[in-house]
């Protein structure tokens, strides 16, 4: 079954010139080109629109975006007092156990102190948990304390008398991360994956690189995943956080780490940072270090993975060079250029010096950054200036510094953190914080086309329009290379292997 998709510009993003129709052959695209279309079984008319390759998201966690999603009120909470409004309303509602609130962010509000846990206690006797946006905090009442065994594990957080404060970080945010997902049936967590999904579609996405949390939501989150990802409206590929290496292969997977953490966020200082952070959190934490980040690196590699982990602050980047610099130099010259071939992932890579990237150059990694994080926490007065005073926050996400010198950039939304949503991306590199480090749209484009696919090893499918590539594209009211703002800018049809997965 062959289908033309005529539209006013078809740009390629490859070598190939702007065509004006696509010719798809099932999962493939055929030919790209422009005057006299050839013949096709079915024709697509676009009047007036532009097609561009369909966005790649480098990194996004499905079921918790799924769940951010049902709670978009959350997130979009301007106070203190409209998020506890949200919880009691949630914990009166259908169902018993367990009430769980993803994607609250204080950054914004008024009076950025976040609930105490009395005032949690006073909403509601269930059990209740609202996950903070990044993804590494929760804040719980005191019946959400007895019903999660959390005995044992670091991060329940204490006053000076001894009391639970309701504010929870680390291992004990992860295990009730973990008792929040068990919570839910199997239908609930495919439900989740495919709204997250569907909406990626709606966005002008098509590919995915899943970042596979088995500690926070446990391996059944992943089986899910793997049970139906062929039906899901865009191209899931899931990488492991785990150190698991027979599992990785067991699964057929090519990666494995992808978000596994190394240190934690700066929201929540706990980003491993060199210096404490200016509002007196000290300096972070460190979940993967020394010989026990060498030997998962050194293994990964050794077993022909591609090897990724999750690092933010400058400690937490500067350990995982180390690491890879000693896997590295106990290599010979031929195994050296195959290790620089395997691009190696960093995740995040915010607090990067000018060092640290030269030394990421010479080892062939590839850093997969956020850009939106930029537009929500950086510049003057925002969250990371708050967190690391204004010098440190400067230097932060230096996306121009990484391409200039020769790294392999590509970029996601690590969703639900910041929204599926690539044109806010892209408007974030445009304006990134420090001018010296803007993009422009085309460059911006490539990082969420061309470079996340080259990130996962797919750049002969995706990414670019081109015969024998993935027919993953997407049609949008303007030319987006040529208008003037892109922000907000919803397609018209996104096709992702063939399907037509969104239509407005
Ligand atoms: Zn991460």
Same mark, same amino acid.
Request: hydrophobic share 45%; glycine share 10%.
């Given at each position: 079954?062959?289908?033309l =998709?005529?539209?006013?510009?078809?740009?390629?993003?490859?070598?190939?010139?702007?065509?004006?129709?696509?010719?798809?052959?099932?999962?493939?695209?055929?030919?790209?080109?422009?005057?006299?279309?050839?013949?096709?079984?079915?024709?697509?008319?676009?009047?007036?629109?532009?097609?561009?390759?369909?966005?790649?998201?480098?990194?996004v966690?499905?079921?918790?975006?799924?769940?951010?999603?049902?709670?978009?009120?959350?997130?979009?909470?301007?106070?203190?007092?409209?998020?506890?409004?949200?919880?009691?309303?949630r914990?009166?509602?259908?169902?018993?156990?367990?009430?769980?609130?993803?994607?609250?962010?204080?950054?914004?509000?008024?009076?950025?102190?976040?609930?105490?846990?009395?005032?949690?206690?006073?909403?509601?006797?269930?059990?209740?948990?609202?996950?903070?946006?990044?993804?590494?905090?929760?804040?719980?009442?005191?019946?959400?304390?007895?019903?999660?065994?959390?005995?044992?594990?670091?991060?329940?957080?204490?006053?000076?008398?001894?009391?639970?404060?309701?504010?929870?970080?680390?291992?004990?945010?992860?295990?009730?991360?973990?008792?929040?997902?068990?919570?839910?049936?199997?239908?609930?967590?495919?439900?989740?994956?495919?709204?997250?999904a569907?909406?990626?579609?709606?966005?002008?996405?098509?590919?995915?690189?899943?970042?596979?949390?088995?500690?926070?939501d446990?391996?059944?989150?992943?089986?899910?995943?793997?049970?139906?990802?062929?039906?899901?409206?865009?191209?899931?590929?899931?990488?492991?956080?785990?150190?698991?290496?027979?599992?990785?292969?067991?699964?057929?997977?090519?990666?494995?780490?992808?978000?596994?953490?190394?240190?934690?966020?700066?929201?929540a200082?706990?980003?491993?940072?060199?210096?404490? =952070?200016?509002?007196?959190?000290?300096?972070?934490?460190? =979940?993967?270090?020394?010989?026990a980040?060498?030997?998962?690196?050194?293994?990964?590699?050794?077993?022909?993975?591609?090897?990724?982990?999750?690092?933010?602050?400058?400690?937490?980047?500067?350990?995982?060079?180390?690491?890879?610099?000693?896997?590295y130099?106990?290599?010979?010259?031929?195994?050296?250029?195959?290790?620089?071939?395997?691009?190696?992932?960093?995740?995040?890579?915010?607090?990067?010096?000018?060092?640290?990237?030269?030394?990421?150059a010479?080892?062939?990694?590839?850093?997969?950054?956020?850009?939106?994080?930029?537009?929500?926490?950086?510049?003057?007065?925002?969250? =990371?200036?708050?967190?690391l005073?204004?010098?440190?926050?400067?230097?932060?996400?230096?996306?121009?510094?990484?391409?200039?010198?020769?790294?392999?950039?590509?970029?996601?939304?690590?969703?639900?953190?910041?929204?599926?949503?690539?044109?806010?991306?892209?408007?974030?590199?445009?304006?990134?914080?420090?001018?010296?480090?803007?993009?422009?749209?085309?460059?911006?484009?490539?990082?969420?086309?061309?470079?996340?696919?080259?990130?996962?090893?797919q750049?002969?499918?995706?990414?670019?329009?081109?015969?024998?590539?993935?027919a993953?594209?997407?049609?949008?009211?303007?030319?987006?290379?040529e208008?003037?703002?892109?922000?907000?800018?919803?397609?018209?049809?996104?096709?992702?292997?063939?399907?037509?997965?969104?239509?407005?």
């Amino acid at each position: 079954m062959r289908t033309l =998709y005529r539209a006013r510009r078809v740009h390629t993003l490859g070598i190939a010139p702007p065509g004006e129709w696509v010719l798809v052959d099932g999962r493939h695209v055929q030919r790209v080109g422009a005057g006299e279309p050839p013949s096709a079984d079915r024709v697509v008319e676009l009047p007036g629109a532009t097609i561009l390759p369909g966005f790649v998201d480098a990194h996004v966690h499905l079921s918790a975006t799924g769940l951010a999603l049902e709670a978009e009120e959350v997130r979009a909470a301007p106070s203190r007092e409209a998020l506890l409004a949200i919880a009691r309303a949630r914990a009166e509602g259908p169902g018993e156990g367990l009430v769980c609130l993803e994607g609250w962010d204080e950054s914004a509000w008024p009076d950025p102190r976040p609930p105490a846990i009395d005032e949690l206690d006073a909403l509601t006797p269930r059990p209740l948990v609202l996950f903070r946006a990044d993804g590494h905090v929760a804040l719980v009442n005191r019946a959400a304390l007895a019903s999660v065994d959390l005995a044992g594990a670091e991060g329940v957080e204490h006053d000076a008398h001894g009391r639970p404060t309701g504010r929870v970080v680390g291992a004990a945010q992860r295990l009730l991360r973990r008792a929040s997902s068990s919570n839910r049936s199997r239908e609930q967590v495919e439900g989740l994956q495919l709204r997250a999904a569907a909406t990626a579609a709606a966005r002008g996405i098509t590919a995915v690189h899943e970042m596979s949390m088995p500690e926070s939501d446990g391996l059944r989150d992943l089986e899910v995943l793997l049970a139906h990802r062929d039906r899901l409206p865009v191209d899931a590929t899931p990488i492991v956080a785990t150190t698991d290496l027979p599992l990785a292969i067991a699964l057929g997977l090519s990666a494995i780490g992808g978000d596994l953490p190394v240190d934690g966020s700066i929201g929540a200082r706990t980003a491993a940072v060199s210096v404490p =952070y200016e509002d007196g959190g000290g300096t972070g934490a460190m =979940y993967l270090d020394g010989d026990a980040l060498v030997s998962f690196l050194h293994a990964g590699h050794a077993a022909g993975l591609q090897v990724g982990v999750h690092a933010i602050g400058d400690r937490a980047i500067e350990a995982v060079l180390v690491a890879w610099e000693r896997v590295y130099g106990a290599l010979d010259s031929r195994a050296r250029r195959h290790f620089r071939a395997r691009r190696h992932r960093i995740e995040h890579v915010e607090m990067a010096s000018d060092d640290q990237i030269e030394r990421a150059a010479m080892l062939g990694l590839a850093a997969s950054i956020q850009p939106a994080f930029d537009r929500l926490w950086g510049g003057p007065g925002g969250l =990371y200036e708050r967190a690391l005073g204004p010098e440190r926050a400067a230097r932060m996400n230096p996306v121009r510094t990484f391409l200039s010198r020769g790294v392999l950039v590509g970029a996601g939304s690590d969703a639900p953190v910041t929204p599926l949503d690539p044109w806010l991306g892209v408007a974030s590199l445009e304006t990134h914080h420090d001018p010296a480090q803007r993009l422009s749209r085309l460059e911006a484009v490539g990082l969420l086309t061309v470079g996340a696919a080259r990130l996962g090893h797919q750049e002969d499918k995706k990414g670019v329009l081109q015969p024998g590539g993935h027919a993953d594209l997407v049609a949008w009211p303007v030319d987006p290379l040529e208008a003037p703002e892109v922000e907000g800018l919803r397609p018209l049809l996104t096709v992702s292997l063939g399907r037509e997965v969104f239509a407005a």
